[in-house]
Every structure is written in C-alpha cells, then in structure tokens.
T-cell receptor, first 115, second 111 residues
C-alpha cells in the first residue's frame, strides 16, 4: 500500500513569492492534515480536512495561507506571499477517519526555504 | 502551559541498555496517545499507540500510560544505534479532535 505522497520535496524561493505544496493521502483515508514543523520543534497543525470539508483551520494564518481539498482526496497548501519566517518543513498526514483512536501517517514532507 | 511536554534531551544510553522517554500532558480529557520516531531530515514514523492505563508492549518497545498522573512513557529495551532519533509524543484531545505534539526527545545510542 502506498503511503502519503507529497511534492515537491524541497523548495527554495525568495520572499514575497508564492509557493504551493501538494499531498496525496493513503487510499481510503478520509481525514487529511497539514502540519508545519520548525527545526527542533514538534509538528504544529495548520488545517485538518474531513473529506473535502475543513473541520479545523484555526491555526492557519489566513492572510497568506490557503488550502483546498478538491473531491476529498488530494490537497494543496498555498502560501502567498511567502515570508522569511515561513521556512520550515510542511508535513501532510492522513488517517482513516476522524476519531481519537485513529493513527496518523505522515508523508515525507516539503522542506521550504525562503530567502 | 504547553499541551504536551517532553524533556528535549539529549538522552544518551549505551547499546543494549534501556532507554526511557517521558511525556506529560495538560488536558485530562485526552483520549489517545502516540509515540513517533523521527530520524534527522525525515518525517515522523508511528511506532506505538496507547489508549488505556497500563503497559502496551510491541517488540522492544513498551508504552506506559497513567491517566491519573497525566503521564505517558516509552521504554526501549536492548537499545540499538539505529534507535538514535528524536521521539515525539503526541496526544489527541477528542474534544475537537485536537492533536498535539511535544517538542521531542533526542536519543543517542552509543555503540
């Protein structure tokens, strides 16, 4: 069974440029998560989807970040414009469904560097 | 107060020893608890989940949960150099299904 797929793996951009990350969850997983992980820190949730509905986006900086999950499968996270402080690893995870006992599985992440 | 707290380490143990990793959480309503291993430059990998008080064993790994003390731990027996990584504790507060990670404990197993 294929795991969570993310692309690109690495991205280097200049500040004020836009950037987008793509995620394909494990087949059959209805719940999709986007996290940001800064160096030496644990992942921090940005947004959580249940199928195509964003059920928790309270931590998403909505002035510059946006996300979508069309048809309840693939998801895209966008930053426009990027700032220096956005440099981090962006992780996508999925779980079978939204309940407290479900295990999350992570993709390889996208390492973003903003110059 | 952070939702999940871990000693950042680094923790060093000799090969073959038992490594003990600890985690505390703030919300008594938390229902599920997870340990992830993260190698440098890689994404977190789930190694254990535990939902009930007591111990849960899987190979060389044992997770321990004490809800009264709001404490969860991970024991790694017969530690190997390949166990050297950062171990992340994660807690799911079912109220809102909020999932929180600690900052991780860095473990080094010395050959």
């Amino acid at each position: 069974e294929a795991g969570v797929v993310q692309s690109p793996r690495y991205k280097i951009i200049e500040k004020k440029q836009p950037v987008a990350f793509w995620c394909n969850p494990i087949s059959g997983h209805n719940t999709l998560y986007w996290y940001r992980q800064n160096l030496g820190q644990g992942p921090e949730l940005l947004i959580r989807y249940e199928n195509e509905e964003a059920v928790d986006d309270s931590q998403l900086p909505k002035d510059r970040f946006s996300a979508e999950r069309l048809k309840g499968v693939d998801s895209t996270l966008k930053i426009q414009p990027a700032e220096l402080g956005d440099s981090a690893v962006y992780l996508c995870a999925s779980s079978l469904r939204l309940d407290p006992y479900n295990e999350q599985f992570f993709g390889p992440g996208t390492r973003l560097t903003v110059l | 107060q952070k939702e999940v707290e871990q000693n950042s380490g680094p923790l060093s143990v000799p090969e073959g020893a038992i490594a003990s990793l600890n985690c505390t959480y703030s919300d008594r309503g938390s229902q599920s608890f997870f340990w992830y291993r993260q190698y440098s430059g890689k994404s977190p990998e789930l190694i254990m989940s535990i939902y009930s008080n007591g111990d849960k064993e899987d190979g060389r790994f044992t997770a321990q949960l004490n809800k009264a003390s709001q404490y969860v731990s991970l024991l790694i027996r017969d530690s190997q150099p390949s166990d050297s990584a950062t171990y992340l504790c994660a807690v799911n507060r079912w109220r809102g299904n909020q999932f929180y990670f600690g900052t991780g404990t860095s473990l080094t197993v010395i050959p």
